[in-house]
């Protein structure tokens, strides 16, 4: 017998067209949010690396596009990172002071990181290092900046791992010596 609806037949009528409808606007307005964010501008962002531990960012240059190769050459030279410390907090004398050097070069070329440590000679309060950092980098030019950071740290003798003390800074930005040349830089720390 073909009669009247139900009640309940339709509702459910009604439910399934205000669920199309809700799909089609749901739909039109994801494919509209999509367009408008193709058409927006996007923001550069640089790749690279954050070290958890220190906190330094490495940049990783993209590789380059054809046809536009750099002409890469070596560049030698040496950081003289020298560091004069004040002791202040009454370390054990035989304490061990340790200086290290960080070096990073970003260049279409490629990019570079180098790093060295050594250890310093104390005084009563004082103590000092220099540390004497080679690299050696392919670069597209030898007029490039590098980045210095240092981190000087006491070590508790007894254990030989406990760290007593640390500081750590960037230093700078340093022009890149002449080729197989050196440039000194100078920094105080207080512990």
């Known amino acids: 017998m073909i009669g009247r609806p139900t009640l309940i037949q339709r509702k459910e009528k009604t439910v399934t067209v205000l669920r ?4 089609a606007m749901l739909s039109s307005a994801l494919l509209m949010a999509g ?3 193709a058409a927006s501008p996007q ?12 906190g330094a960012f490495t940049t990783q240059v993209p590789p380059l596009q054809q046809g536009i190769a750099p002409q890469a050459a070596t560049y030698n030279g040496t950081l003289i990172l020298k560091v004069n410390i004040t002791l202040k907090s009454g370390f054990p004398a035989d304490s061990e002071i340790l200086c290290t050097q960080n070096a990073t070069v970003s ?11 050594v250890r310093a000679t104390r005084s009563g309060s004082t103590a000092t290092c220099t540390v004497s950092l080679y ?10 900046t590098i980045t210095q950071t240092y981190f000087v740290q006491i070590i508790n ?6 760290v007593q003390a640390e500081a750590a800074a960037l230093s700078g930005f340093v022009d890149m010596p002449v080729n197989n040349g ?4 100078t920094v105080n720390v207080t512990l």
């Open 20 to 23: 199309m409808i809700s799909h």
């Open 35 to 37: 367009s408008a964010w």
């Open 43 to 54: 923001k550069s962002m640089i790749p690279g690396f954050l070290d958890p531990k220190t």
């Open 107 to 117: 260049d279409v070329a490629g990019s570079y990181h180098a790093n060295k440590t």
């Open 135 to 144: 690299y050696s980098w392919v670069l597209s030019s030898g007029d490039q």
């Open 157 to 162: 003798a007894g254990s030989g791992s406990l």
């Open 182 to 185: 050196s440039v000194t830089k």
